[in-house]
């Protein structure tokens, strides 16, 4: 007989010891049953075999169920950290263990759908950042080529020329700071320091500094200036946000449309909104515009010179500074964004 621990040996060995068992009580039955009669042996052999019986098996299912499950319960508990399992023979330990074998099943399948959405982030993102990269290093090399090929002579076209390779270069490096921008916001080094500001300056500040690009788009800028609202934030920071969405709002604005920086008093904070008459953002575009390198219109924004990473430096700056961004857009319509900074305390400068 095998000695492995399989349901058919436990069944074998219960069976052949309850076999050795019986016949010792039926042995010792029957040298005292001179004085009983056949029932009352029948009666005290059935009892004396069924308690048994029952002991042998009752035994022998503890044992094999403890032994068996405890490895099981030790193998899922490397992850679940959980200790050991202590086997009650009233409640049905299997269908138990069955369902934390299940529960321990889905925590793995949730595990690795992560870890799959991680990998193919990080492929993505690896993608997007190559073919951003090789755009305009690739019209850099077509430029120079030509130059060296004889353009260099022509005044007609070399400063012309230089200064496409330069807008390329100029491209590239905006994307570089960029990229440093989101990792350094993610690896959680970016230093927010705050400090009272006023945002409508601010706000006023960085609109007179895009003036001629709003102007070359026929864009014209509008803040209500009248009132002051200061509010805590890293100024810096605040100021990358409040260009990338009045940028945006040039780059996917229509011909003499206008763009409005709105301030709203909220109690503990302040409501920030940029308001365009622009193109507009669907429905579905607008549940990814914030992830990273996401562009609605790719030849549109390739035009305007975007690379999608724009709203979502946006989202962690106004984030870290406790605040939250929100958007409503309407095709063809126009698009505001808006975002809450906390009130300046009062009397402070
Ligand atoms: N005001 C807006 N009106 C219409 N579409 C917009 C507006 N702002 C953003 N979008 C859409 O959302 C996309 C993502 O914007 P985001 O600012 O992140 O990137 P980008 O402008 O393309 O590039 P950049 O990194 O230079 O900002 C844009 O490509 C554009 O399609
Ligand atoms: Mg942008």
């Known amino acids: 007989m095998s ?29 005292v049953s001179d004085s009983l009669n056949l029932w009352a042996i029948s ?43 202590t086997i009650n023979m009233d409640e049905d330990v299997v269908e138990l263990a ?18 799959r959405e991680t990998d193919s982030f990080r492929k993505d993102f690896i993608g997007n950042l190559a073919h951003e990269l090789k755009t305009p290093l690739f019209n850099i090399q077509g430029f120079i080529l030509s130059l060296l090929e004889g353009g260099i002579d022509d005044p007609e076209i070399n ?5 496409k390779a330069e807008k390329n270069i100029d491209r ?10 989101i990792s350094k916001i ?32 026929n864009i014209q800028f509008k803040i209500r200036e009248e009132e002051e609202f200061k509010v805590l934030c890293d100024p810096n920071k605040i100021r990358q946000v409040l260009s990338n969405l009045l940028v945006n709002s040039i780059n996917y604005g229509v011909d003499n449309g206008k763009t409005k920086v709105r301030f709203y008093d909220m109690g503990d904070n302040i409501l920030i909104e ?36 724009g709203l979502s430096i946006v989202k962690h700056i106004v984030e870290a500074h ?14 505001t964004f808006g975002f809450t900074l906390q009130k300046a305390p009062i009397g402070k400068t």
Request: hydrophobic letters at 40%; proline letters at 1%.
């Open 3 to 31: 000695s492995e621990r399989t349901p058919k040996n436990v069944a074998r060995q219960s069976s052949v010891f309850i076999g050795v068992l019986s016949s010792v009580a039926v042995l010792v039955v029957l040298r």
């Open 43 to 85: 009666i005290i052999v059935g009892v004396v075999l069924e308690e048994l019986s029952y002991f042998v098996i009752y035994n022998a299912i503890e044992n094999y169920i403890d032994h068996r499950i405890q490895i099981l319960y030790k193998t899922i508990s490397k992850v679940k950290g959980g200790g050991d399992l």
């Open 98 to 115: 069955n369902q934390d074998v299940m529960e321990w099943a889905e925590g793995q399948i949730e595990e690795i759908n992560l870890l």
């Open 159 to 163: 400063r012309k020329f230089l200064s």
């Open 172 to 181: 590239m490096t905006r994307l570089l700071e960029d990229l440093d921008s």
């Open 186 to 217: 993610e690896s959680g080094a970016m230093n927010i320091e705050l400090e009272t500001v006023d945002i409508v300056e601010l706000s006023s500040e960085i609109a007179e500094n895009l003036d001629r690009k709003a102007k070359d788009a």
């Open 274 to 309: 940029v308001d365009d008459d622009g193109i507009g953002i669907s429905e579905v575009d607008l549940l990814r515009i914030y992830e990273r390198f996401y562009r609605v219109d790719k030849s549109r924004s390739r035009h305007a010179g975007g690379s999608g990473l």
């Open 322 to 335: 406790g605040g939250n961004l929100h958007v409503r857009s309407t095709l063809g319509t126009g698009t």
